[in-house]
């Protein structure tokens, strides 16, 4: 009895590597917000590296990464897109999409954790999680911007804040299926 109370608890414990994956992965996720693509609505690498990070490390070490990435963003250290910081951010009107990557990690990452890196379930669960990350987000903003501004249509909403970014979106989950399934043969934790 003993034994299994050990085994449960060494599960449930975060490892050293664990701390180093979820450190490196947050640092990954933060400097592709920094990346800018200048389209005529510029989108960043964010997104592509909350879907690498759930598809290489799974569902507990990306969704910490991104908890933690959102806490530091929420504390004021500018690892935001356009390098910038604050709970005003997170809080304001797009914070919901920051805050819907919560749910791709889990998603994503249970996929990963559950199917390993095969491509079908990682395209399949990428999608789901940014749909799911879209209809939060979306939420949110129709919230926000009717407490500040007034309210405001869902298919404005979907027209400033889904439709400019789902072919970007798309091509990301591409690049980060790629990735997660080449490099994670390579990645042994």
């Known amino acids: 009895m003993s034994q299994n109370k050990n085994?449960?608890?060494k599960k449930r414990s975060i490892t050293?590597?664990?701390?180093?994956?979820i450190a490196l992965s947050t640092a990954i996720i933060a400097v592709c917000s920094w990346i800018s693509v200048p389209t005529v609505v510029p989108f960043t690498l964010q997104t592509f590296a909350v879907f690498a990070v759930a598809g290489l490390f799974g569902m507990k070490r990306s969704t910490l990464s991104?908890?933690?990435?959102?806490?530091?963003?929420?504390i004021g250290v500018p690892v935001l897109a356009g390098m910038?910081?604050?709970?005003d951010k997170i809080i304001g009107s797009t914070g919901g999409y920051i805050v819907g990557f919560i749910f791709i990690a889990l998603i994503v990452g249970f996929a990963s954790d559950r199917f390993g890196r095969k491509v079908i379930p990682l395209t399949l669960s990428m999608l789901l999680g940014l749909a799911v990350c879209y209809i939060f987000?979306?939420?949110?903003?129709?919230?926000v911007y009717a407490r500040t501004s007034g309210p405001v249509g869902l298919g404005t909403v979907l027209g400033?804040?889904?439709l400019p970014f789902i072919i970007p979106d798309c091509a990301?989950?591409?690049?980060?299926?790629?990735l997660?399934?080449?490099?994670g043969k390579h990645v042994n934790f």
């Open 7 to 9: 085994d449960n608890k």
């Open 16 to 21: 050293t590597a664990d701390i180093a994956v």
């Open 66 to 74: 991104v908890l933690v990435y959102i806490l530091l963003g929420a």
């Open 84 to 87: 910038q910081g604050g709970f």
């Open 137 to 143: 987000g979306t939420a949110w903003f129709m919230l």
């Open 160 to 162: 400033w804040c889904v």
């Open 172 to 178: 990301k989950i591409v690049c980060a299926v790629i």
């Open 180 to 183: 997660a399934n080449r490099v």
